[in-house]
């Protein structure tokens, strides 16, 4: 089993930024990649960025593109999500999340383990 716990979300004004973290624990060896995906209300899940932990290929939506930046400290098995520029559709809740094989970063269903979520509000 593998546990994610994120935080770093809040509140903040159109065009400012956040880091999100996420801390992983348990049998982290089994994992190959991790990824960020977020919900808005009444709508779907939707991919944002994944990293492999080895070595550290990172993968990106194309809203996304320019202005978050997925990284990993593997170390502390923590993955971190800097957001800059942060519009207000970004408002939505975050979630980290955890796959073991190659497959295709972008389908929610092939995660295997996923974190409660931290809520990123932007005001505008």
């Known amino acids: 089993q593998v546990q994610l716990v994120e935080s770093g979300g809040g509140l903040v004004q159109a065009g400012g930024s956040l880091r999100l973290s996420c801390a992983a624990s348990?049998?982290?060896?089994?994992?190959?990649?991790m990824g960020w995906f977020r919900q808005a209300p009444g709508k779907e899940r939707e991919f944002v960025a994944a990293i492999r932990w080895s070595p550290g290929n990172t993968y990106y939506a194309d809203f996304v593109k320019g202005r978050f930046t997925i990284s990993r400290d593997n170390a502390k098995n923590t993955v971190y999500l800097q957001m800059t520029s942060l519009k207000p559709e970004d408002t939505a809740a975050y979630y980290c999340a955890a796959r073991t094989y190659l497959g295709d970063y972008r389908r929610p269903n092939e995660y295997a383990y996923w974190g409660q979520g931290t809520q990123v509000t932007v005001s505008s």
């Open positions: 348990g049998h982290i060896f089994s994992t190959y990649a």
